[in-house]
Nanobody
Framework: QVQLVESGGGLVQDGGSLRLSCAGS????????MDWFRQAPGKEREFVAV????????YYADSVKGRFTISRDDAKNTVYLQMNSLKPEDTAVYYC???????????????WGQGTQVTVSS
């Protein structure tokens, strides 16, 4: 079992950057694939990025490819999301999730953080 806590959200201008962190508890953090999802008001929660547990391979949604970077530091039980060239359409609550497989389907993840708000002003 793992508990997740996100941080690093805030208000930023169009074109700005933020780095989100997701800190996990427990000794088994390194055994989980980690994802970031986001949910804008009135919309479904959508996949943003994933990093595998073994070879640390990554995969991104087309909407963030080239702008966002996911990484992990298992010694610190933390996964990061570096967000550059932010756009107003990136405004959402961002959630990290832990699962057994590096997939993009939110239904496959049993552990979620509480979310952190990211707001990009135009």
């Amino acid at each position: 079992q793992v508990q997740l806590v996100e941080s690093g959200g805030g208000l930023v201008q169009d074109g700005g950057s933020l780095r989100l962190s997701c800190a996990g508890s427990g000794r088994t953090f390194a055994l989980y694939a980690m994802d970031w999802f986001r949910q804008a008001p009135g919309k479904e929660r959508e996949f943003v990025a994933v990093i595998s547990r073994s070879d640390r391979s990554t995969y991104y949604a087309d909407s963030v490819k080239g702008r966002f970077t996911i990484s992990r530091d298992d010694a610190k039980n933390t996964v990061y999301l570096q967000m550059n060239s932010l756009k107003p359409e990136d405004t959402a609550v961002y959630y990290c999730a832990a699962g057994n497989y590096a997939v993009t389907d939110k239904r496959r993840f049993g552990y979620w953080g509480q979310g952190t708000q990211v707001t990009v002003s135009s």
